[in-house]
């Protein structure tokens, strides 16, 4: 009987024990998160880099981005290549980040040649208002396409959306996108959702003209030595797919676009295939 008591409080011991140390890493977790940033008041990109200290290159960084490409001003490089992009139709999950929506590939995507190096298509995601603008021009919607290299070097390829006929990829993940919506309505935010096999095919058109400039991520932590390539064909969509790409996230973030970052002095570079040889 005694025996059998002790042994009651033991076992009352350890499920006590195990509670504290799960309490302890479940606020372990939640320290350890990157702290929420977001596109207005005191969380807003003014103060992105005083959000924490790993996102100090947002306030103190000279290579930041967005920028306005003056096209004047953007110097034809014969040194560039065409954008070769070599994507396979991959099986991805749409993610609501909160701040944007982002389709994540499983690996094996495809990847970009940019100076003979190879970066690997992760994910692509969508800003609205465009962030990127062509001598001052601002577009309603424009997508990133973030690659990286196995040492974490990263380019990303923008494309600018002006309003006109459907596009072909969001048409898509129109279901994705309403079940994202109701996901996150029901209060599931990061709410994932497989996307299924997607067509890479839009993707990959070849590219006659493309601006290149070393710049940075447009959200925190603002890593730099970015390798921007901004398409110079706008492509189009809808203003429903436009409306359907902002409805699943935070009311306070549907405009998520980070003003216009100082030049300091860096150069714009053109790749265009009608002016090379
Ligand atoms: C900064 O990032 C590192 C690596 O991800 C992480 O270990 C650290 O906790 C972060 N620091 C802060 C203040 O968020
Ligand atoms: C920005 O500030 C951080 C933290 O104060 C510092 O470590 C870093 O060197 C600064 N970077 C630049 C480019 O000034
Ligand atoms: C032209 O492009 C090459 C390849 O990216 C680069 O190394 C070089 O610095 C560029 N030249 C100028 C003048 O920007
Ligand atoms: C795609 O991913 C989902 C979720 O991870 C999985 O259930 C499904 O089997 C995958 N489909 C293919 C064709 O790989
Ligand atoms: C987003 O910006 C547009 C103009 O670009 C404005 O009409 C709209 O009210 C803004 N929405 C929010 C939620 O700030």
């Known amino acids: 009987m005694r025996k059998m008591m002790s042994m009651t409080t033991y076992a009352k011991d350890?499920?006590?024990?195990?509670?504290?140390?799960?309490?302890?890493?479940?606020?372990?977790?939640?320290?350890?998160?990157?702290?929420?940033?977001?596109?207005?008041?005191?969380?807003?990109?003014?103060?992105?880099?005083?959000?924490?200290?790993?996102?100090?290159?947002?306030?103190?960084?000279?290579?930041?981005?967005p920028i306005d490409i003056a096209k004047d001003e953007a110097k034809y490089n014969s040194s560039l290549e065409n954008l070769q992009r070599d994507y396979a139709n991959t099986n991805a999950t749409l993610i609501n980040n909160g701040f944007n929506i982002e389709l994540r590939f499983q690996q094996g995507v495809g990847t970009i040649l940019v100076d003979g190096k190879k970066y690997s298509l992760l994910q692509t995601h969508w800003h609205s208002p465009a962030e990127h603008r062509i001598n001052g021009k601002r577009y309603p919607v424009e997508l990133h396409l973030v690659h990286k290299t196995l040492e974490g070097d990263i380019a990303v390829v923008a494309v600018l959306y002006e309003y006109g006929h459907p596009d072909a990829f969001l048409n898509q993940l129109k279901d994705s996108l309403e079940l994202l919506e109701t996901e996150t309505r029901r209060g599931y935010e990061g709410a994932r959702i497989p996307a299924g096999v997607i067509d890479t095919k839009a993707l990959s058109r070849a590219t006659r003209k493309y601006y290149r400039y070393i710049g940075s991520l447009t959200s925190p932590p603002c890593t730099e030595k970015v390798i921007w390539n901004i398409l110079g064909k706008v492509r189009q969509m809808t203003p429903q797919q436009a409306a359907a790409l902002k409805a699943p996230l935070l009311l306070c973030n549907r405009n998520n676009s980070r003003p216009l970052q100082a030049l300091n002095g860096r150069t714009v570079n053109l790749y265009h295939t009608t002016l090379s040889a």
Do not use: D, R
């Open 14 to 65: 350890i499920q006590f024990v195990t509670e504290i140390i799960s309490i302890l890493l479940i606020a372990s977790l939640v320290a350890s998160e990157p702290p929420k940033f977001g596109y207005s008041g005191s969380i807003g990109p003014k103060f992105w880099g005083s959000l924490s200290s790993n996102y100090s290159l947002c306030s103190n960084g000279t290579l930041q981005s």
